[in-house]
């Protein structure tokens, strides 16, 4: 078996098209353009190429895009002070907080400051809960791109085992939770899981963000398996996913590559988040 290898151009260009159309539209409404706010806080290849492709993403479309670079001595506080300006400037439609924060700063005490309209990629408490309730207003962009690839490919959800490696706030959780509203049975695994193998080639879906390069091989993957790849790893100047691409296109029936899977998705689904923000 040959996987059939997800091209993600064509939803790209019709939701490049629609993004446009809608920012046009907000431009002449606001007499401004829609304008994005991204904060990174010390040095992670994953979340800089993350930021980069992200500004690239905006410029596409046309909206402004502030990109907020602190050293990653910056203190808890501070950040929460600079949250709660940007949510206090009315010319700024959505924040992105790039994650991994420091290990001194707990991402709760930051995006606690963040109303959840601009909190386009839905990590604050108010969001997050409203997903966990099945009332969601933004979900974390990775997850909403997962349900959108499924449903771009025509792939059936309900009544599917869904395995789900990791368990970050932006990646694991709110893939899970998403699926299983739309009534999958759902396992997540993470790095205290035990025989991980065992559990993800049992999986009909297969969604792997952990950011560890080729932590998925072929012999963790069923036969025909759905596996979406929603890693970004920089690997000898190279980006490269999460899962052993080249030895698990010979075992499943549908693999999302890295790059150009999930990754321009995420960014044109912040930004669409970000033009049905607070104006």
Not at 178 to 192: F, G, K, N, Q, R
Request: charged share 20%; hydrophobic share 40%; glycine share 8%.
């Amino acid at each position: 078996m040959t996987a059939k290898i997800y091209d993600s151009k064509p939803l790209v260009g019709r939701m490049i098209e629609q993004l446009r159309s809608e920012a046009a539209q907000f431009y002449k409404q606001h007499q401004r353009s829609a304008r994005l706010a991204q904060i990174i806080v010390g040095h992670d290849a994953a979340a800089e190429l993350y930021s980069r492709q992200l500004v690239h993403a905006c410029q596409t479309i046309g909206l402004a895009c502030t990109t907020l670079a602190y050293p990653f001595e910056m203190q808890e506080e501070e950040l929460r002070a600079q949250v709660t300006r940007l949510s206090d400037d009315t010319t700024i439609d959505g924040v992105v907080l790039l994650l991994p924060l420091p290990e001194h700063i707990r991402q709760r005490i930051v995006t606690e400051a963040l109303p959840s309209q601009k909190d386009v990629d839905g990590l604050g408490p108010s969001n997050a809960g409203n997903l966990l309730l099945g009332f969601p207003n933004f979900v974390p962009s990775t997850a909403d791109v997962v349900l959108t690839v499924l449903r771009d490919a025509d792939i059936p959800i309900a009544g599917r085992y869904a395995v789900i490696v990791g368990r970050s706030n932006v990646g694991g959780k709110p893939t899970a939770l998403l699926l299983m509203s739309h009534d999958a049975t759902v396992t997540i695994c993470h790095s205290y899981t035990q025989d991980l193998a065992s559990i993800t080639s049992s999986a009909d879906i297969l969604v792997v963000s952990v950011g560890r390069p080729g932590l998925i091989t072929a012999d963790m993957v069923k036969t025909g398996a759905i596996v979406l790849d929603a890693g970004i790893n920089t690997v000898n100047g190279r980006v490269v996913g999460d899962v052993d691409f080249a030895t698990v296109k010979e075992k499943a029936a549908f693999l999302t590559p890295v790059p150009g899977g999930l990754g321009p998705l995420t960014h044109l689904t912040l930004i669409r988040h970000t033009l049905l923000g607070p104006h």
